[in-house]
């Protein structure tokens, strides 16, 4: 015997649907299954309400007699449960349908809105994103926000910006910790990197850090005060310079005692002014090749 699915295709009749449905029910009130002689007599009667049609049957009429049968029955508060049962799988099948509906409506771009300037929605990368999106958008929803924030959101009481990005946990807008990551050095996945001992090594290492934090990321990352934090290599540079200068101008050799951390304003620099103005020329020259270095990196 064929019965007509929801999607409207055929599918052969299976009595022990039926039984293993009603048994549900009676374990949910119940708390244990005692008997499974009224869901066996109500498919054994529905099968043979079937044979008797003359038109194919399909589920929801099927549904439509087990309910009508439980209702009958001593077992009123099975009936109920079986109708709760019921009403949850529907609402659960609505919602999924609804769910790959938006899906499919972005993977084949028939409502194209172009709500990002960056992104156009007909193209593969678009298609493919938006589809994406509506996917974690209803992860967010589901198991990241609080059920009133969902309930704000989908009201259209408040907007919650980026909630695409919400169930991976990477958000928009991030102020990197350069001070730090310059310090203590930090990690690639890949390698280690070690600390920066120079203005050049830090506006590298600085070109790095966005590229490597934009990829892992959505949206855009930031440097707070990277004048300050650049701060410590430029002292270094200078120092490193000012060796120079006193070994190759003032012929002095490593005899000059200097401290990286030194102002390069600190008097003791001043003793030996050739060496001072040598640092202070190279330095100037290394920060401008650094900072020229980072723009093209990072264009």
């Known amino acids: 015997m064929l019965i007509i699915k929801r999607n409207g295709g055929g599918a052969e009749f299976d009595k022990s649907k039926i039984e293993s449905a009603i048994n549900k029910a009676f374990l949910e009130v119940d708390g244990t299954l005692y008997e499974t002689d009224t869901a066996a007599d109500i498919a054994s009667e529905i099968e ?7 038109d194919l049957v399909s589920v929801e009429q099927i ?10 029955s001593e ?21 999924e349908s609804d769910f ?8 084949n771009a028939s409502d194209v809105q172009n709500q990002n300037a960056n992104v156009d929605e007909k193209s593969f990368g678009g298609r493919v994103g938006e589809a994406s999106g509506v996917v974690t958008k209803k992860l967010a929803l589901d198991y990241i926000v609080s059920p009133m924030a969902k309930a704000n959101h989908l009201n259209n009481e408040v907007y919650i910006h980026d909630l695409d990005s919400y169930y991976v946990g990477s958000h928009n807008c991030l102020s990197i910790p350069f001070d730090d990551l310059l310090a203590n050095g930090f990690n690639t996945r890949q390698t280690d990197v070690r600390p920066a001992r120079s203005v050049s090594t830090a506006f590298q290492l600085v070109a790095v850090i966005f590229q490597l934090q934009s990829l892992q990321q959505f949206g855009g990352v930031s440097a707070t005060h990277i004048d300050w934090t650049m701060v410590p290599y430029v002292r ?15 012929n002095l050799g490593h005899s000059v005692i200097i401290d990286n951390e030194w102002s390069i304003e600190e008097e003791q620099y001043k003793q030996y002014p050739k060496s001072y103005q040598y640092a202070m020329d190279m330095t100037k020259k290394e920060i401008h090749q650094a900072v020229e270095g980072l723009y093209h990196n990072l264009k």
């Open 63 to 72: 549904q439509d007699w087990i309910e009508e049968y439980l209702m009958r």
């Open 75 to 95: 077992r009123k508060d099975v009936a109920r449960a079986y109708v709760r049962y019921r009403y949850k799988r529907e609402v659960a099948r609505n919602a």
């Open 100 to 107: 790959i509906s938006a899906i499919r409506e972005k993977l």
């Open 236 to 250: 270094m540079s200078f120092a490193k310079h000012y060796k120079d200068g006193i070994k190759y101008l003032e």
């Open 48 to 54: 043979e309400k079937i044979k008797d049609e003359h």
